[in-house]
């Protein structure tokens, strides 16, 4: 029995006091929806926005609980509210096709003279969030030590839990065409850092174990590091299962920790789990870690630098509630950390953004057609709402190109 949203999540149970808030969070809302190409409806019958009848809609189911949350942080509230029940998509509208459009004039939303004021506003990333050895085991553990089962009910059966790539074709709608496209992402990277047989390869953040699998196929042998105890359980079961245990060796390990020699690094969207404060510590031991002549591919969701700029302070929705500790980081940030840092260059990038969106787009279907399967589980409707809005808002940002993933090949050589 699904527990109630007093008890099982008490951020959603807390209204805010500040009524002067909420009455400023509507006026800007209502100007922002203004030029929009979508529809927001009221109880009243009252529509905002620039749409046609056949826009996107966004229904406002209790206008006073939707403002008073987004009053009290709009970054965190707008989200909440989704989660509560406070809004919802209307009849026909998809969330991510509604989200879209918010997406693509996010930086401009808001007016100028109140983003200058986002600095008093805003909520601070939280202390015990940071990616120190003991706070990164925390946050890895709070999103991916979930359940194996929830993550297997709408991932492929690769258990890939990334960008995939679809090559030149459209998205085929099935198990088979995501892992299809799953398996191309894996031998790209790993073509990128020259995996093949004898290659001693480490892979920092396991997943559920595929690419380390898929390059112990191709004769290496790898050594694949993960925080993650339910991740490590079942990635060592897979191994097992392909007959390659004696190939693969997966540790519950930090990449602070790790020692020795490798011709070859791997890790994949496992830096936005990094923290900011540490992507010197992590670049340096990819440098430490690599062999002479060695290669690194890491695949990272990114973002605009001065997106990254201008938010890299302040406390999201996706922060609080999916990826604790997370933060993206742009294509200069990765450059410049190289540069001061290390002896490496990006000498390879190949743009995965636009796939993003498509590999999104099928998780969340899956995840709604696995749905009674997943409440099985134990997760309740308000979990079930989370993640319709965390897969929506995230297909979103990729579609708008707020949001973009590249692969990136790294070496000693010049860039």
Not at 179 to 192: F, V, Y
Not at 268 to 295: N, S
Request: hydrophobic fraction near 45%; aromatic fraction near 10%.
């Amino acid at each position: 029995m699904a527990i109630s949203a007093s008890i099982s999540w008490p951020a959603l149970a807390t209204r805010s006091k500040t009524p002067m808030r909420a009455t400023v969070a509507r006026l800007v809302f209502e100007r922002a929806v203004a030029p929009l190409p979508v529809r927001v409806t009221y109880p009243d019958g009252r529509v905002l926005g620039s749409g046609s009848p056949v826009s996107p809609e966004l229904v406002v189911v209790r206008p006073a609980e939707f403002f008073a949350r987004l009053g009290r942080d709009a970054k965190i509230g707008f989200g909440e509210a989704y989660m509560a029940g406070a809004w919802r998509a209307g009849s026909g509208t998809d969330v991510a096709d509604l989200l879209t459009p918010f997406a693509e004039r996010l930086a401009t939303l808001i007016p100028p003279a109140l983003q200058r004021l986002r600095v008093l506003v805003d909520m601070r990333v939280p202390a015990d969030q940071e990616n120190t050895p003991g706070g990164s085991r925390a946050n890895i553990a709070a999103h991916y030590d979930l359940s194996n089962d929830l993550f297997a009910a709408f991932l492929d059966p690769t258990m890939s839990y990334s960008c995939a790539w679809f090559g030149d074709s459209k998205p085929i709608a099935t198990a088979a065409g995501l892992e299809e496209a799953q398996l191309r992402k894996i031998d790209a990277i790993l073509d990128l850092a020259a995996v093949g047989a004898g290659t001693r390869l480490l892979e920092i953040g396991t997943g559920w174990g595929s690419l380390a699998i898929r390059a112990a196929q191709r004769g290496a042998r790898v050594t694949t590091i993960t925080l993650s105890r339910e991740q490590l359980r079942l990635a060592r079961d897979r191994a097992e299962a392909a007959g390659l245990s004696g190939l693969v060796e997966v540790r519950l390990q930090d990449y602070r920790e790790t020692g020795g020699q490798y011709d070859a690094i791997v890790s994949v969207e496992m830096i936005e789990a990094v923290g900011e404060a540490y992507w010197p510590a992590y670049f340096e031991a990819l440098d430490r870690l690599l062999a002479p002549a060695g290669r690194i591919a890491i695949q990272s969701i990114t973002m605009a630098h001065e997106r990254y700029l201008a938010t890299r302070r302040s406390f999201s929705w996706i922060q609080k509630y999916i990826f604790p500790g997370g933060i993206i980081p742009s294509l200069r940030a990765i450059d410049d950390t190289l540069a001061a840092r290390t002896t490496l260059r990006v000498t390879h990038r190949r743009e995965l953004g636009p796939h993003y969106a498509r590999t999104l787009r099928m998780w969340r279907e899956r995840f709604h057609g696995q749905w009674p399967h997943i409440h099985a589980l134990g997760f309740d409707d308000t979990f079930r709402r989370m993640w319709e809005f965390y897969l929506a808002y995230s297909e979103a940002g990729f579609r708008s190109g707020y949001l973009g993933a590249s692969q990136l090949q790294l070496t000693r050589g010049p860039a």
